[in-house]
C-alpha cells in the first residue's frame, strides 16, 4: 500500500483561502487515482474530490464545486487541494485517500484502498 502524509490545514476566516498537500510514498504514485474526503464533527466522511491516474480528470461534490480545485503533481508524488471561497460549513479533518484499482477517482469511501491521518481545516466567520 501507498503511505499517505495530509499537510496544510489550520485556522482560515470566511472568504479565506487554504491549500492541503498529500505526499504519497512507498508505491509507484501515479498508478493511484485520488481522493479528498472530509468528516465533520458528529457526520459521515463525505467525497470532496477526486483526480484520476493520469490526463488530470476531476471529479467534485456540488458542495466545493467552483470553490475547491484538486490537482496532482506525479513528479512530487503530491495531489493538492487549493480550497477558496471558504465557508463555516467547510470545517472538518480531511483526508486523502489512493486507489489503485480504478482508473478515474471514485466518490465512494470503499473504493480507496489507502488513507491518511487526516488534517483539520477550521473556518472562522
Known amino acids: 500500500q501507498v503511505q499517505l502524509v495530509e499537510s496544510g490545514g489550520g485556522l482560515a476566516q470566511a472568504g479565506g483561502s487554504l491549500r492541503l498537500s498529500c505526499a504519497a510514498s512507498?508505491?509507484?504514485?501515479?498508478?493511484?487515482?485520488m481522493g479528498w474526503f472530509r468528516q465533520a464533527p458528529g457526520k459521515e466522511r463525505e467525497f470532496v474530490a477526486g483526480?484520476?491516474?493520469?490526463?488530470?480528470?476531476?471529479s467534485y461534490s456540488d458542495s466545493v464545486k467552483g470553490r475547491f480545485t484538486i490537482s496532482r503533481d506525479n513528479a512530487k508524488n503530491t495531489v493538492y487541494l487549493q480550497m477558496n471561497s471558504l465557508k463555516r460549513e467547510d470545517t472538518a479533518v480531511y483526508y486523502c485517500?489512493?486507489?489503485?484499482?480504478?482508473?478515474?477517482?471514485?466518490?465512494?469511501?470503499?473504493?480507496?484502498?489507502?488513507w491518511g491521518q487526516g488534517t483539520l481545516v477550521t473556518v472562522s466567520s
Open positions: 485517500a489512493a486507489d489503485r484499482v480504478h482508473w478515474a477517482a471514485q466518490a465512494t469511501l470503499g473504493a480507496y484502498e489507502s
Open positions: 512507498g508505491r509507484t504514485f501515479s498508478n493511484y487515482a
Open positions: 483526480i484520476s491516474r493520469s490526463l488530470g480528470s476531476t
